[in-house]
Each structure stands twice: as structure tokens, then as C-alpha cells.
């Protein structure tokens, strides 16, 4: 996998300046066809995996107390883990200022998305966590949906007695299924990841295009990039030496192949399958904890990209001399924190999120222009260090729950 993106990079980087050239659309087809029948595979297997690996992994927890207990924990997790990267972020952006002297003359490529507020951000959040079509949700890839679904459902069997168990069982048979069909799509990953990394790099000029743009804003780039590699190398590691007792080094070498996958792919969604099967297979976590805690972090666990959205924001507001008080940036630190649980899990949807930020201080939309040069690279970071929180939240979670059943 690792062969496969350095690879992209060295294809893309090269035949970047001929990517667009007709003759050359054959071989650039090829090498996307290879990224999109990869991306495609890992989306196929995703929501058959939620589904099934919660309904099992709630019946598996038995008693339905324990699920309420189970899941205020984790989403107490994921909250305080939101808020603490939204911190480092503002802390950075403010000591740093990177958009100090930046010239805001760049156009916005792109239809700007609606216009939210937090009112509305809660309300979508909460209505979308009741679907009224299980299937529409399926099709459209409403992750929260599907995990309350499952999640009921799941502890609705766990009542049923020997009758319920048969179903569970069934799920299992399932999960297990989908597992082996993990395994053989991780054989097409090396190739599968370098059209990924080659069309990115290809479509954004090559490697002297690419620098260039770094280059304009490498400032802010780099405030970004600190604070992931703060909450990612400190924070979230000192959490999992002292709540979950692990290693981080060797949790790191049990997720290595989700962390690439997260950052080839820039999608929380598209590793999960890969991230659930590391969870079981190498890092020794319980079917019940992976089953339930990484579902649900995929969709609403978003260290990296509230961080991104407060450090993006104070840089939009520093470029077009926007002066902001106590309370804006206390605005900001809670409103990117709500912004990241409701993102998608797929790329750069912290673009869309965004808005509801810029939105509550008052800052222009069109300031996202100033990012969209970078924002696929920075993308790519936010998302690896969001699976990194997920892995480090069910390594908690699962010894919690050993403790508890006395393991």
C-alpha cells in the first residue's frame, strides 16, 4: 500500500503537466479507473458492515443498561476529543496568524453550499438520525441513520431470548462474510491507491504545480498541519497510554493499513471496513467494542477536521482583517465542534460544514476560495487523524468494557 502511494506520487508529480492533454487521456483514464474501482469496493462493502457489525455488536453487550451506558460514554469521548483539537486549533491560529498579509484576490471555483445555522446543523444532525426509508438512507449513505436503525434493532434482539439469538447469529455469519470480503479487496489496495494518489496528483498540475500553491499559503498549511500532528502525536497517544493502556506505537502498527487507506482515500467511510477488521484481527479489541464504537466514530468522531474548520475560519477572518473577540471565538470553538460530528464521511465535506461556522461569526463565504488550492492535501491529513481518534476511542471503550465483565 505504501509501494502504491509513493508510486502515485512519483506518476502524478511527473505526467502532471500532460494530464489534461488528449493524447495523454487514455493512460490518465486508466490509472482513475483503477482509484475509482477501488474507492467504489471499499463504499460497496460499507454500509452492509454497519449494519451488520452493530446489530451484532449491541446484542453481544446483553443488557440493554449497559448499551445506554456504553454509548453515553463514548459519545462523552468523542465530544471531549472535538473540543480539545478545536482548542489547539484556535491556540495555533491565534499565536501563528497565517492570514496576516494574504492577498484575498482568488476567485471561488465553486457554487458556495446553503447557508446554515447552528439551529438548523442540530436540527439535521437529530432528524437525520431517524430515517424514514432504510433503503433511501442505505442509497444515499445516511451513516447516522443506519446506525441508530442497527442500534435498535440490535437491542431489540438482545431481548428476544434463543429466538433473537438465531437472528444475531445470522448477522454474524454475515459480519464474518464481509470481513473475507475485506481481505480480498485490501489484495487490489497497492494498485487501487496509486490511481488515487496519481489522478490527484495529476489533475492538480504535477508536483511544480503543487508546490507552488503550497507555497502561497504554506503559513496556514503549516498551523494546520502542527496542530494535527499535536492532538494526533500528544494528545490522542497520551489518552491511550493512560485510559486505554496501549502502546501507541504498536496501535499504530495495528492500524497502519486504515491510516493509509484514510489518507489515500480522504474518507472516514471508505476505511472503516479496513479499520474494523485491524481493530479485530491485530489489535486484539472485542467484536462488540469495534462493532459499535468505530461505526459510530466514523460518522461523528471529527478531531482533525474541527480543527481544520477553527483554524480555517480565524485564517479566513485574519485575510480579510476581520477582528475577533472572546466571544466569536468561543462561537467558533463550539460551532466547529457541532459542525464536525454532523460532516459527512466523505471527502472534504468539511468544506460544506464550514459555512455553518463562517456563518455564526459573521465571516465571508467567499473566503473558502482561499483554501481550495490545498484543502485536497490538508483533506487528506484531517481524515487519517480522525481514524486515528476512532481507533484510540474503541481502545478505551474495549477495556472499559474487559473491566466490566472481567476480563
Not at 8 to 28: D, H, K, M, Q, S
Not at 105 to 130: H, S
Not at 260 to 267: C, E, V
Request: hydrophobic share 55%; charged share 15%.
Amino acid at each position: 500500500m505504501l509501494t502504491g502511494a509513493v508510486c502515485g506520487f512519483a506518476f502524478g508529480g511527473l505526467f502532471g503537466p500532460a494530464w489534461t492533454r488528449p493524447e495523454f487521456a487514455p493512460v490518465a483514464g486508466l490509472v482513475q479507473l483503477f482509484g475509482d474501482i477501488f474507492m467504489h469496493l471499499l463504499k460497496m462493502i460499507v454500509v452492509p458492515l454497519i449494519i451488520c457489525s452493530m446489530v451484532v455488536g449491541i446484542a453481544s453487550l446483553g443488557d440493554m443498561r449497559r448499551i445506554r451506558g456504553t454509548f453515553a460514554m463514548t459519545l462523552g469521548y468523542y465530544v471531549m476529543t472535538t473540543l480539545l483539537s478545536v482548542a489547539i486549533g484556535i491556540i495555533l491560529v491565534l499565536i501563528i496568524r497565517p492570514g496576516v498579509d494574504v492577498s484575498t484576490e482568488i476567485a471561488l471555483e465553486r457554487t458556495l453550499p446553503q447557508q446554515l445555522t447552528w439551529f438548523d446543523a442540530i436540527y439535521n444532525v437529530i432528524r437525520g438520525m431517524v430515517p424514514a426509508n432504510l433503503f433511501k438512507a442505505a442509497a444515499e449513505g445516511q451513516m447516522l441513520g443506519l446506525i441508530f436503525a442497527s442500534l435498535l434493532f440490535g437491542g431489540i434482539l438482545s431481548t428476544m431470548g434463543e429466538r433473537g439469538q438465531r437472528i444475531v447469529d445470522l448477522f454474524d455469519i454475515l459480519n464474518d462474510a464481509i470481513m473475507k470480503l475485506v481481505r480480498l479487496v485490501i489484495w487490489l489496495a497497492p494498485l487501487g491507491i496509486f490511481g488515487l494518489v496519481a489522478t490527484k496528483i495529476g489533475d492538480a498540475g504535477g508536483g511544480e504545480a503543487i508546490y507552488t500553491e503550497l507555497k502561497k499559503l504554506a503559513m496556514y498549511a503549516a498551523t494546520v498541519l502542527l496542530g494535527l500532528l499535536i492532538h494526533g502525536f500528544i494528545v490522542l497517544p497520551v489518552l491511550l497510554t493512560f485510559l486505554g493502556r496501549r502502546n501507541p506505537l504498536h496501535q499504530v502498527g495495528h492500524f497502519s493499513e486504515a491510516l493509509l487507506t484514510a489518507f489515500t482515500t480522504a474518507s472516514s467511510a471508505a476505511s472503516l471496513p479496513i479499520t474494523i477488521r485491524d481493530a479485530g484481527q491485530k489489535a486484539g479489541m472485542s467484536e462488540e467494542s469495534a462493532g459499535f464504537v468505530l461505526p459510530l466514530g466514523a460518522t461523528i468522531n471529527m478531531d482533525g477536521t474541527a480543527l481544520y474548520e477553527a483554524v480555517a475560519v480565524i485564517f479566513i477572518c485574519q485575510a480579510y482583517g476581520i477582528e475577533l473577540g472572546f466571544a466569536q471565538f468561543l462561537v467558533i470553538w463550539l460551532t466547529a465542534t457541532l459542525a464536525a460530528i454532523g460532516a459527512a464521511a466523505i471527502p472534504e465535506a468539511g468544506l460544506v460544514t464550514m459555512v455553518m461556522v463562517l456563518t455564526a461569526v459573521g465571516a465571508p463565504l467567499e473566503g473558502i476560495g482561499l483554501l481550495l488550492a490545498i484543502d485536497w492535501f490538508l483533506d487528506r491529513c484531517r481524515t487519517t487523524v480522525n481514524v486515528w481518534g476512532d481507533t484510540v476511542g474503541t481502545a478505551i471503550i474495549d477495556r472499559h468494557l474487559s473491566q466490566k465483565t472481567g476480563d
